[in-house]
């Protein structure tokens, strides 16, 4: 068993954090497909935030959050 590296631990948190993201909107998808356009946006505003949060560990990750 091999000891874990930063780079490797990052990649699999921005990969999870992208499955996530995509995963929100497709719901966003299915909701708003059902007529269910309140719950399609609130959906759809989780997918933006597993965004951001991709760029907050990017920039946490490269040294550039302050």
Known sequence: MS??????TY???LEYLI???EQS???????NANDQRNR???WLGISEMFKKMQI???HLA????S
């Not at 000891?3 to 490797?8: Q, R």
């Not at 490269?62 to 959050?65: C, M």
């Open 3 to 8: 000891v874990p590296t930063e780079g490797e």
């Open 11 to 13: 990649a699999k948190l």
């Open 19 to 21: 499955k996530c993201e």
């Open 25 to 31: 909107a497709i719901m966003a998808h299915l909701n």
């Open 40 to 42: 399609a946006i609130q």
């Open 56 to 58: 907050k560990v990017t």
């Open 62 to 65: 490269t040294g550039r959050l």
